[in-house]
């Protein structure tokens, strides 16, 4: 009977009088339409405002940083600065650490979340580690959606060419999935002439409750690994698949990828880390007793390509993939 009413509004010189009266009508959450003879009435719910998925922050910290969320809440965080991840929340639980010790201003590599090595890993020619990790990387992709995914790249600069003055390329793609937070690493040879060599790793700090209640577990039995605690660093041979820690850990585990869990028994969580197509070794690393790196509440279990090079050629290109999947013990 409503709508009978509005049938007697008697010209279109008299509508726009007659449209308020038709929205308290017919109520809020219907969208009114002119038409040439007259209102016409659409009864078509007003859709929300879509939610973005990524979003890039220049202003509340030192360091410019972007975000990915999908419906579910879960959530990730990484910054321009060494394309670090310092965050990736599941399921309202935060799976990885960043050291209380750690500069987030840009005067030193971030110490947590997951931190490049490249295109050296370790001490050698150039510093510590590479530079990967402390120059800021570009933001040249984004793709929204229920997987947002960001692509970093990284390309030499006056910086980098002053130490180590190849042709490459980085890409760096993390994508925030349903179940996991997956991501691909990639360098490539873009010169035309001559190769070089490098290393890499993903030096990545997992947040566990309590170190000495933690187990961490994956193919180490008979593994080789290099054990940079002993003096001189010694080749030892693992002995069992489960390793836990009671003092200082610096090992490079010669061949063992895959899956490797960091199990948590205090906190009844693990933490998968998927090591895929080019992370080939696993590494260790725990400053055990250190109060002031925040030792009892992280466990680097890196994803590598450490103990030996890799040789690219003009053209030619190495790709590496690591996914972290969070669930109950």
């Known amino acids: 009977h409503k709508l009978e009413r509005l ?26 339409a002119w038409s040439a003879n ?9 859709a929300a405002p879509a939610q973005m998925a990524i979003a890039v922050d220049e202003k509340s910290e030192p360091l410019k940083f972007v975000t990915l969320k999908n419906s579910k809440g879960d959530s990730a965080k990484l910054y321009h600065f060494g394309a670090c991840a310092t965050s990736y929340v599941k399921g309202g639980v935060e799976s990885l650490a960043v050291r209380p010790d750690a500069k987030m201003d840009g005067s030193k590599p971030i110490s947590g979340g997951i931190p490049f090595c490249f295109p050296q890993f370790g001490p050698g020619v150039i510093q510590q580690h590479g530079f ?7 933001l040249a992709e984004s793709t929204d959606g229920d ?15 002053a130490m180590w003055d190849y042709p490459f390329a980085c890409k760096y793609t993390v994508t925030l999935k349903a179940d996991r ?5 990639s360098v490539s040879n873009t010169g035309t002439a001559g190769s070089f060599d490098f290393a890499a790793a993903l030096h990545t700090y997992w947040a566990v409750s309590d170190i000495d209640k933690v187990t961490i577990s994956g193919a180490f039995d008979g593994a ?4 940079k605690m002993q003096d001189p660093p010694a080749r030892v041979k693992a002995s069992g698949n489960d390793i836990t820690i009671s003092g200082e850990v610096d090992q490079v585990y ?24 080019g992370w080939e070794d696993t590494v260790l690393w725990s400053p055990y007793g250190n109060e002031g790196m925040g030792y009892k509440n992280f466990v680097c279990v890196e994803s590598a390509k450490a103990d030996s ?14 996914d972290v999947v969070p669930s109950a013990l």
């Open 309 to 322: 090079t890799v040789t690219l050629g003009p053209g030619e290109y190495w790709t590496a993939s690591m």
């Open 7 to 32: 049938r007697l509004l008697p010209t279109i010189r008299d509508m726009p009088r007659y449209a308020a009266i038709a929205v308290l009508a017919l109520g809020a959450d219907y969208a009114e």
């Open 147 to 161: 997987e947002p995914s960001v692509t970093f790249t990284l390309e030499p600069t006056d910086y980098t060419k």
């Open 254 to 277: 010669a061949g063992v990828s895959g899956a490797v869990d960091v199990c948590d028994a205090a906190s009844k969580r693990r933490i998968t880390v998927g090591n895929g197509i």
């Open 38 to 46: 007259g209102l016409r009435l659409a009864a078509r719910q007003r």
């Open 224 to 227: 080789t690994y290099l054990d």
């Open 181 to 185: 937070l997956a991501t691909e690493f």
């Open 132 to 138: 990967a990790r402390n120059v800021d990387w570009t």
